[in-house]
């Protein structure tokens, strides 16, 4: 029981398909009314005594975005952060992670993490009593995606029932694309070469929960994108995977460039979680051109993880 919020058990925002959809939708709601309120977050957002509360975010890969936008929405939201790579921590000595997970709730209010391994995250949250958000693993990036339909949303309007196309690897950010499908209720074609098909365990949830409807997989990158309203794609190798070369060759034919955008909507934006590499997975008249909006989404992972660390820390 975290007494200090009034939960029986903390609210650890681990990945999407595991939450309410009412509550997913609840989220990115609050991440919109957050976005309008700009700096002041308004006191019906704000945590009960969230300014003695602490986020502790421990990092086990590089992170621009995810770093900077967790910091500076808990200082916006009127609380206070530790940032920590885990080779300082006991943890890169090899202290065991619920040891961690059960220290670290005696001093911090939440935990945001970056960690190679899924397993790892879900072996702190547990052990922790305040609660666990994935800041991303090898699995998925669900708050990168609360981000992305924030910014769908403000700016072709509600995404239940629209079309949007993932095109490259099938990696941990399209998993957590194919979650969100099922979850706010619109359609995702992904195209993948065979080689690099979404995790076939996230396959077997979105055909178990939506009859297979929600996501749409081929190896067609035009098949995928054609009346498309929004086209995804993101780096052809993550954090951690060693296998460059064979990864450029199988995924040349998905680079997302001119051509391909017009395939899709006329209107369609394009979106990339970032870092990009121009001239791989994008084309620099891509990304740098008038459908591009990847500056909104990366201003907007500000505004979600305010709405996030909210939902975690008690506002509903
Ligand atoms: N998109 C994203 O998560 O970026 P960082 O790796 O910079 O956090
Ligand atoms: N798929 C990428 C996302 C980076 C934010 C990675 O895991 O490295």
């Known amino acids: 029981m975290d007494a200090r919020i ?5 609210r650890h925002f681990l990945d999407l398909d595991g939450i309410d959809a009412r509550v997913l939708r609840r989220i990115a709601d609050m991440a919109h009314e957050m976005k309008k309120a700009g700096k002041r977050v308004p006191k019906h957002l704000r945590p009960k005594d969230i300014e003695d509360m602490v986020l502790v975010m421990i ?36 202290e065991p992670i619920a040891d961690t997970a059960k220290v670290l709730s005696r001093y911090a209010d939440a935990l945001m993490v970056r960690t190679n391994l899924h397993g790892t995250l879900i072996e702190l949250a547990d052990n922790a ?10 699995r998925s990036h669900p708050c990168q995606v609360i981000a992305d339909i924030l910014t769908f949303e403000e700016s072709r309007g509600a995404i239940a029932g629209r079309t949007v196309a993932w095109v490259g690897d099938g990696n941990n950010v399209a998993s957590s694309w194919m979650h969100a499908a099922v979850k706010f209720g619109f359609q995702l074609r992904v195209a993948t070469p065979a080689q690099l098909k979404p995790d076939p365990e996230v ?35 993550s954090m951690g995977q060693n296998d460059v070369a064979r990864r450029k060759q199988l995924l040349g034919a998905y680079a997302v460039d001119q051509k391909l955008m017009g395939r899709a909507a006329k209107d369609a934006i394009f979106m990339h979680c970032l870092p990009a590499y121009r001239g791989h997975e994008v084309s620099a008249d891509v990304i740098d051109g008038a459908q591009s909006v990847v500056f909104d989404e990366a201003e907007n992972r500000l505004h979600a993880q305010k709405a996030i660390l909210a939902w975690c820390l008690g506002v509903d």
């Open 59 to 94: 990092f086990e890969k590089p992170s621009t975005r995810t770093r900077v936008s967790f910091d500076v929405a808990m200082r916006q939201l009127g609380g206070q952060t530790i940032g920590l790579n885990h080779t300082d921590t006991q943890l890169g000595r090899g």
């Open 203 to 237: 396959v077997s949830w979105v055909k178990a929960e939506s009859g297979g409807d929600a996501v749409v997989l081929t190896d067609d990158p035009a098949e995928a994108v054609k009346g498309a309203e929004c086209v995804v794609t993101d780096t052809w190798v």
């Open 6 to 10: 009034g939960l029986k058990s903390p």
């Open 129 to 138: 009593t305040i609660p666990v958000i994935n800041g991303l693993t090898d």
